[in-house]
């Protein structure tokens, strides 16, 4: 079986103890739920407030974020300012963080080539998304691309034919439960999370490649001005 097959999952690298967004950023340098860690640079964690009222999931960080440390720094993550912008969303009101942790990349040369986490890296990598979950009260939840699709949808979920569409979260993940309860304090206490929404879009990545990058840009707008309106 190659390595690439399994993987021991981010769990036992997550501090049962954490109460805030700090602690698990600080907790995840240290995972190796699965052998990205090994040739990426560093975990990149996600970025935002506590309170912020909009989630937004993409895929992994790019060779950018690798180096910085920050999830959204790249090409694909100016594109996605200039597009929050465009749909009215306030950036202060937003977490941004990805499905996957670690770059996965092949080395061309000197150059490292994105390529797309397997499905045993979203596996291993959801325990700290659900952790992240934990720990936020978004209105609006929003997927970017198929990737982070599927690791809160399921392998079922297709962007390109539910895409724009406002969903029930976390009634529309595949796992609601790993989502439906949330800690109050650090004394152990839970209640039901807040019911939102979550709609799913193209990752801004998509856009740059795209044969025409008006048409597609413009598509991630008004599905992001589906979200800004979709706030209460």
Not at 42 to 52: I, L, P
Not at 85 to 93: I, N, V
Not at 188 to 198: I, K, M, P, W, Y
Request: glycine share 8%; with cysteine; proline share 7%.
């Amino acid at each position: 079986m190659a390595e690439t097959d399994t993987a021991p999952g981010a769990q036992q690298f997550i501090p049962p103890q954490a109460d805030t967004l700090d602690e698990l950023r600080a907790a995840a340098t240290g995972c190796r739920g699965c052998e990205l860690y090994r040739d990426a640079s560093q975990t990149v964690f996600g970025r935002g407030d506590e309170s912020a009222r909009v989630v937004l999931v993409g895929e992994q960080p790019g060779d950018m974020e690798d180096q910085k440390g920050l999830p959204f720094v790249g090409p694909a993550g100016r594109l996605l300012r200039r597009a929050v912008d465009d749909a009215g969303l306030d950036p202060g009101h937003i977490y941004l963080t990805n499905a996957v942790k670690h770059f996965r990349f092949e080395l061309r040369g000197k150059r490292r080539i994105h390529q797309t986490p397997d499905r045993v890296h979203i596996t291993a990598c959801r325990p700290w998304l659900v952790a992240e979950f934990a720990r936020l009260r978004p209105e609006i939840v929003v997927v970017l691309g198929a990737t982070a699709a599927k690791a809160l949808l399921g392998p079922t979920f297709r962007v390109t034919r539910q895409r724009g569409e406002l969903l029930p979260w976390p009634a529309s993940a595949q796992h609601p439960e790993d989502f439906a309860r949330v800690p109050v304090d650090n004394a152990g206490t839970v209640a039901d999370a807040l019911e939102a929404r979550l709609l799913a879009t193209i990752h801004p990545s998509a856009v740059l490649r795209a044969d025409d990058q008006d048409a597609a840009y413009d598509g991630l707008v008004a599905d992001l001005t589906v979200a800004a309106r979709g706030l209460a």
